[in-house]
């Protein structure tokens, strides 16, 4: 009779997936105890294999966390790109639905977004993590270079900076009202909103005036 754990070890790799199956179980992992919480031997056992299966994959714990925010980025990317090109002629509009887009992937991906932000996992650790990160990233500059070209010129900063700063106001809102545990801060008003009156009030100290 066969070992037990050498069954679910080969029943893993039947269908050819252990190691979405070891991403599937780090995301569970991170919603149920946060990234700190997530382990190879936990993985491997919220997956049915051997604990040694996951080395096949992953070399040790950064390297499966990595995995999980190769995927977030890719997603975010393509959420942020969507948003972006629902509003192609309006660069504050435009800006606005990246905004949103932003609050939306770390409320409905809380963690994939703990992964991406939270994990200590650096963003240039593997190529394709590299790669999506900076996808993401350029979204925004090129709104932010859009946001650039109407403003006046002597009060715009340049756009690499818009960029930063809006990301740093978007980041802060999601990081802390949006949050899954006991951190999270109340808020009289939705993000949303928050965010918005925040992005306008930046615009207006660089000389924005709507038309």
């Not at 190769?70 to 090109?85: M, N, P």
């Not at 010129?153 to 802390?176: F, Q």
């Not at 109340?186 to 909103?193: H, M």
Request: hydrophobic content about 45%.
């Amino acid at each position: 009779m066969r070992d037990d754990k050498t069954s679910r070890d080969k029943r893993g790799y039947h269908h050819g997936n252990l190691r979405e199956a070891l991403i599937e179980a780090a995301l569970k992992l991170i919603n149920e105890h946060g990234s700190d919480g997530v382990t190879l031997s936990e993985a491997a056992r919220m997956a049915g294999v051997s604990a040694a299966a996951p080395y096949r994959h992953f070399k040790d714990r950064n390297s499966l966390m990595t995995a999980v925010a190769e995927q977030g980025f890719a997603t975010f990317a393509e959420v942020l790109e969507k948003a972006r090109s629902a509003t192609p002629n309006n660069p504050v509009k435009s800006l606005m639905a990246i905004g949103e887009a932003y609050l939306d992937f770390a409320r409905r991906a809380p963690a994939h977004y703990a992964a991406m932000f939270e994990a200590g996992i650096a963003h240039g650790s593997t190529p394709d993590l590299a790669r999506e990160s900076a996808r993401a990233f350029n979204v925004l500059r090129d709104a932010a270079t859009d946001i650039h070209a109407i403003l006046p010129a002597d009060r715009r900063a340049p756009a690499l900076m818009i960029a930063l700063h809006i990301w740093s106001l978007t980041h802060g809102v999601a990081s802390l009202f949006l949050r899954g545990d006991n951190a999270r801060r109340n808020l009289p008003v939705k993000p949303e909103e928050l965010l918005e009156s925040g992005v306008l009030i930046y615009l207006d100290g660089l000389g924005y005036a709507p038309r």
